[in-house]
């Protein structure tokens, strides 16, 4: 079973940078999907930003431009460059990986996920 683990998380201003690191305990990243989810309490969990296991990416809408998704397969590290923050992408943000036919980008949904770290922004 896979293990992640979250960093990167903390507080900023609007308009400001973040990048988010996810280390996986072992090479996933060469078959699995892997992608970044966020929660905010009381909302649903959705798909900020996906990659496919042979390299293909979506971004949610609602982050496209301003977020990158990558990876480093050497390091078995995801990363998620956040920038042009806003105070409403402030939730807990959670590193996704799994079999690409399970893993629903727009429902949120794999079969492994971080703890999640915390990234707030304020106005």
């Known amino acids: 079973q896979a293990q992640l683990e979250e960093s990167g998380g903390g507080s900023v201003q609007a308009g400001g940078s973040l990048t988010l690191s996810c280390a996986a305990s072992?090479?996933?990243?060469?078959?699995?999907?892997m992608g970044w989810f966020r929660q905010v309490p009381g909302k649903e969990r959705e798909g900020v930003a996906y990659?496919?296991?042979?390299?293909?990416?979506i971004y949610a809408d609602s982050v496209k431009d301003r977020f990158t998704i990558s990876r480093n397969t050497a390091k078995n590290t995801l990363y998620l460059q956040m920038s042009s923050l806003k105070p409403e992408d402030t939730a807990t943000y959670y590193c996704?990986?799994?079999?690409?036919?399970?893993?629903?980008?727009?429902?949120?949904?794999?079969?492994?996920r971080g703890q999640g770290t915390q990234v707030t922004v304020s106005s």
């Open positions: 990659i496919h296991a042979v390299g293909s990416i």
């Open positions: 996704a990986a799994g079999q690409c036919s399970r893993f629903n980008f727009r429902r949120a949904e794999s079969d492994y």
């Open positions: 072992e090479n996933i990243y060469a078959r699995y999907c």
